[in-house]
């Protein structure tokens, strides 16, 4: 275990120095800069403005610079927030982000795994039907369509929760809810899928003839097995949820990190842009090193080498 876990280590080492050198050279090859503005700055201005963030040196200077700065954990300044650092950002961002994301999760979760294992053991009846339709549903829609239907439902309609806002629960059911509903769709799908193939295994014929319940086969024989398809989805998913999403929280006014995921992108912020796609790349490689560990919990025949 613990050679598999140093190995994938210096793997995610790798990994991250890849992604770093290939955003930092890809966000410089394309047209146009941070300080490009509808209106055109004094070329004294512009060049006082470049050397301030070093953009005038040559390009292996700074790819240098900013590599050595995110070795020793300084992401930079934001080039369009003048007054806030990455870190700062990132810090200030990413806890709401989790927090809006950890409810997410419980939603997809409680909502998904249910829906599956109701929906294979009623297989093929109505119940089975229904569920697997508003998941397929639920996939199909985008994130602010089924904040729109929540917002006119919940806030105008029957006004049970707060439109936007951040600070109480009661502003991150809605929010979270969204943002959880195509997780759900899939874990739903998943679910009923592994719970299917699990109970058509040999060993659950015995635990039905011993005369055990089907609560008591469904969750104490088939479910560990049954959520290795839903684990692999998680992986990724829950990078994606925590790093916030753009539409929801900007739907839902939260001051996440959603919406900078974007501005970077389009004002050619270079050094928020790379903290953002780092933290991102970090996560993901996380989740997935989390996923491949629990796969010897879930299942005894996996072994990690």
Not at 12 to 37: H, N
Not at 85 to 103: D, H, K
Not at 288 to 293: A, E, G, K, S, W
């Amino acid at each position: 275990m613990t050679g598999f876990i140093l190995k994938r280590l210096l793997w995610m080492a790798i990994t991250l120095w890849a992604v770093f050198t290939v955003s930092f050279f890809l966000m410089r090859a394309v047209p146009g800069g941070p300080f490009d503005r509808e209106r055109r700055l004094e070329p004294q201005i512009a060049a006082n403005l470049l050397q301030r963030y070093h953009l005038d040196e040559p390009l292996w200077m700074q790819y240098g610079r900013e590599l050595n700065n995110t070795l020793h954990g300084d992401l930079g300044h934001s080039l369009r927030l003048a007054d806030f650092s990455v870190n700062e950002i990132v810090r200030q961002g990413f806890p709401i982000s989790a927090s809006l994301g950890v409810v997410a999760l419980v939603f997809a979760m409680s909502l998904g795994v249910t829906a599956g294992i109701v929906s294979a053991v009623r297989r093929g009846t109505v119940l089975d039907v229904s569920l697997m339709g508003v998941a397929t549903v639920g996939i199909a829609l985008p994130n602010f369509v089924i904040a729109g239907i929540m917002i006119i439902l919940f806030v105008f309609v029957w006004p049970l929760f707060p439109a936007a806002g951040w600070g109480t629960l009661r502003q991150l059911i809605l929010p979270g809810f969204c943002l959880g509903a195509p997780y759900a769709a899939y874990v739903a799908r998943l679910t009923r899928t592994g719970m299917l193939d699990v109970l058509g295994q040999d060993y659950i014929r015995p635990a039905y003839a011993k005369g055990l319940p089907t609560r008591t086969v469904i969750l104490r024989h088939a479910l560990k097995a049954a959520m290795l398809p839903v684990v692999s989805f998680l992986g990724p998913a829950i990078a994606g949820i925590l790093t916030g999403s753009l539409v929801v929280e900007q739907i839902f006014a939260i001051p996440g990190l959603g919406m900078h995921f974007i501005q970077a992108a389009t004002q050619r912020d270079y050094t928020l842009a790379m903290g953002l796609v780092l933290l991102y790349t970090t996560l993901l490689y996380t989740m997935n090193l989390l996923v491949d560990i629990s796969y010897a919990y879930l299942d005894p025949r996996v072994k990690l080498e």
